[in-house]
């Protein structure tokens, strides 16, 4: 059976950086692409990044120039690095792992405190 398992959420300041890890288990034939998503308080989740089985990668609006997606196949990882954070970044951020089925990671917190 297939397991997410996020990490590197936290609290942070204003201008801070975090890095977000999403480690995968079990057996998973073939992976199309990775996501990362986050859900506000009273808001839709919405999608942050993808990375794509080829490598390609896309970013919401908001995020780009300060977050990086990347992936590393043999540890079947995939990792937000989020840099000049801002309050309006925080959420909970869950990874998603797109294949025959989908899956989704239990959800970090990712605070940003001016």
């Known amino acids: 059976q297939v397991q997410l398992v996020e990490s590197g959420g936290g609290l942070v300041q204003v201008g801070g950086s975090l890095r977000l890890s999403c480690a995968a288990s079990?057996?998973?034939?073939?992976?199309?692409?990775w996501g990362w998503f986050r859900q506000a308080p009273g808001k839709q989740r919405e999608t942050v990044a993808v990375i794509t089985g080829r490598g390609s990668t896309s970013y919401a609006d908001s995020v780009k120039g300060r977050f990086t997606i990347s992936r590393d196949g043999a540890k079947n990882t995939v990792y937000l690095q989020m840099n000049s954070l801002k309050p309006e970044d925080t959420a909970v951020y869950y990874c998603?792992?797109?294949?025959?089925?989908?899956?989704w990671g239990q959800g970090t917190q990712v605070t940003v405190s001016s």
């Open positions: 079990g057996s998973i034939f073939s992976i199309n692409a």
């Open positions: 998603k792992v797109y294949s025959s089925r989908d899956y």
